[in-house]
C-alpha cells in the first residue's frame, strides 16, 4: 500500500493548512502523526472507514480529520495553528494488523 501526501507549508500562527493523503486501495483506519526535531512521533488524528475519529489532545478543538471513503483519501483540516504545531506530518494507514506510512509533509508554522 502506498500513501501518498500533501498539503504542507508554511503558514503564520493563527492560520490554516490543509492536508490530504491518498492511499493505492481501500484501508481500514487513516490518520496522521507528526514528529517535531528531537521529539517523539505523536498521534495528531485518526479516522476508521465508518468516520469514527480520534484526536491527539492537542490538537483538539482546532484540527478536523474527514475521508473520501471512495477517494481513499484522508484530509486534515488544521486551524488556528501555533508555532509549536510546527512538525514533519506523516499519514499513516492500518488494516488488517499491518501499518503503513506516507512521505512526511513539512508543516512550519511561525509566530
Known amino acids: 500500500v502506498q500513501l501518498q501526501a500533501s498539503g504542507g507549508g508554511l503558514v503564520q500562527a493563527g492560520g490554516s493548512l490543509r492536508l490530504s493523503c491518498t492511499a493505492s486501495r481501500s484501508i481500514s483506519t487513516m490518520g496522521w502523526y507528526r514528529q517535531a526535531p528531537e521529539k517523539q512521533r505523536e498521534l495528531v488524528a485518526t479516522i476508521t472507514s465508518t468516520k469514527t475519529t480520534n484526536y491527539g489532545d492537542s490538537v483538539k478543538g482546532r484540527f478536523t480529520i474527514s475521508r473520501d471513503n471512495a477517494k481513499n483519501t484522508v484530509y486534515l483540516q488544521m486551524n488556528s495553528l501555533k508555532p509549536e504545531d510546527t512538525a514533519t506530518y506523516y499519514c499513516?494507514?492500518?488494516?488488517?494488523?499491518?501499518?503503513?506510512w506516507g512521505q512526511g509533509t513539512q508543516v512550519t508554522v511561525s509566530s
Open positions: 499513516n494507514g492500518r488494516s488488517f494488523g499491518s501499518a503503513y
